[in-house]
């Protein structure tokens, strides 16, 4: 089982916005972990997209989401979110969600725990 699943993924245009959810398997200590996104648009690299501290207090973004994209987490869930709004074509991606334990720095650089990624397409 991956340690991360997400869903929510799909086809929408631009404009609209669309809600990502990543829930961590049963076994780890979510709680403990900065959570975040990551994207991978065809024909380019995997780019830090968001992140949530442990504690929920900090967030971090890219510049390209920043002001249009909400990371939040609810742990009783175990789970992150990604509300996506004012979509753009250029955000067409796979999407994948990330974990680890070490902070936020160390999510932005080379994640722990990674899911098997959901589709997001924007059509103009």
């Known amino acids: 089982q991956a340690p991360l699943v997400e869903s929510g993924g799909g086809l929408v245009q631009a404009g609209e916005t669309l809600q990502l959810s990543c829930v961590g398997s049963p076994g780890r200590y979510w709680s403990n972990y900065v959570m975040g996104w990551y994207r991978q648009a065809p024909g380019k690299e995997r780019e830090f997209v968001a992140a949530?501290?442990?504690?929920?207090?900090?967030?971090e973004y890219s510049d390209s989401v920043k002001g249009r994209f909400i990371v939040s987490r609810d742990d009783a869930k175990n789970a992150v979110y990604l509300q996506m709004i004012s979509l753009k074509v250029e955000d067409t991606a796979i999407y994948y969600c990330?974990?680890?334990?070490?902070?936020?720095?160390?999510?932005?650089?080379?994640?722990?725990?990674w899911g098997q990624g959901t589709q997001v397409t924007v059509s103009s």
């Open positions: 990330a974990a680890d334990i070490r902070g936020l720095k160390a999510i932005k650089e080379a994640p722990d725990y």
């Open positions: 949530i501290s442990y504690d929920g207090r900090t967030t």
